[in-house]
């Protein structure tokens, strides 16, 4: 029986370490309100897959969507507050 091995080295050398650096973790941790907020409308969303959608449903969706948006607005206002310090 023969093997197969790889004659060459990988193209991307993988760091010893694959932890986060704290910029990244930082960066999620600024994006976690936008997450958060999305997966609620996706759980809004996913309720209504077996069955048809009533007043509270939509009342819920609406409120999802409005605070996705919210957040949305709240990390591009930082971000472009961020920007602007910097430059």
């Known amino acids: 029986m023969k093997f197969i091995v790889a004659r060459q080295m ?9 932890e986060p650096t704290d910029a990244e973790l930082e960066a999620i941790e600024a994006e976690m309100p936008v997450v958060l907020a999305e997966v609620e409308l996706l759980d809004a969303l996913i309720a209504l897959l077996d069955r048809p959608a009533s007043e509270f449903d939509g009342r819920r969706i609406r ?12 990390a591009a206002n930082t971000a472009s507050t961020d920007a602007g310090e910097v430059a």
């Open 10 to 18: 990988p193209v991307t050398a993988l760091p010893p370490d694959l």
């Open 63 to 74: 409120r999802a969507h409005r605070r996705v948006l919210a957040a949305r607005r709240a």
